[in-house]
């Protein structure tokens, strides 16, 4: 467990790619079930619990949909299950670093100051998990880490646009 951790967490540092992660259809499932268990946790900070529940149920399918798109759009599906448990499992460490600086700014709410420092913290993270998407994408795809960055940014803007349409417009 501790050495899945370290790995995960290496991913997030750009010092194992997905290929090094054991080909597991337990390991991708489980790390889809956590990924999704955090992003619900998330979520909740945000929105009200049904809302979170779907909302994260949404992000785990595009992270899962998505990623096997781009793989089998380039003949590589067969990368698929290293490459779908290094995004979660990135991803899900990635949660863990953003569930309290979200915590911390939505103690503040909009109008106060005092929420520009947890704001400025979670762009940076988000930041970090594009770099951690392009990495992944880089070597999955067997590309060059500016492809895999614009593939990560097309693939956050999609997931991020289709969770606000569906949460966040009101309807």
């Known amino acids: 467990m501790n050495k899945l951790l370290s790995m995960f967490f290496d991913v ?15 390991l991708l499932v489980s790390t889809l079930a956590v990924y999704a268990l955090l992003s619900i946790v998330i979520s909740v900070v945000q929105m009200s619990l049904v809302k979170a529940l779907l909302a994260a149920f949404m992000d785990t399918a595009l ?5 096997f798109f781009l793989l089998w759009a380039r003949m590589f599906a067969h990368r698929w299950v290293q490459t779908c ?3 979660a ?8 670093v953003a569930l309290p600086l979200m915590v ?5 709410g909009p109008e106060s ?4 420092l947890p ?6 993270v988000l930041f970090w998990n594009l770099v951690v998407i392009g990495h992944i994408l880089r070597h999955a795809l067997s590309t060059n880490l500016g492809m895999g960055a614009v593939l990560a940014t097309v693939y956050m803007y999609v997931s991020l646009s289709i ?3 569906l949460f966040f417009s009101g309807i």
């Open 119 to 124: 704001t400025l913290l979670l762009l940076v």
């Open 89 to 96: 499992g990135s991803g899900a460490v990635l949660e863990v």
């Open 12 to 26: 997030c540092r750009l010092r194992v790619a997905p290929q090094d992660l054991p080909t597991s259809r337990t």
């Open 104 to 108: 911390w700014q939505k103690q503040f």
């Open 63 to 67: 992270l899962a949909g998505l990623s």
């Open 113 to 116: 100051s005092m929420v520009i």
């Open 85 to 87: 448990t290094a995004l």
């Open 163 to 165: 969770i606000k349409i």
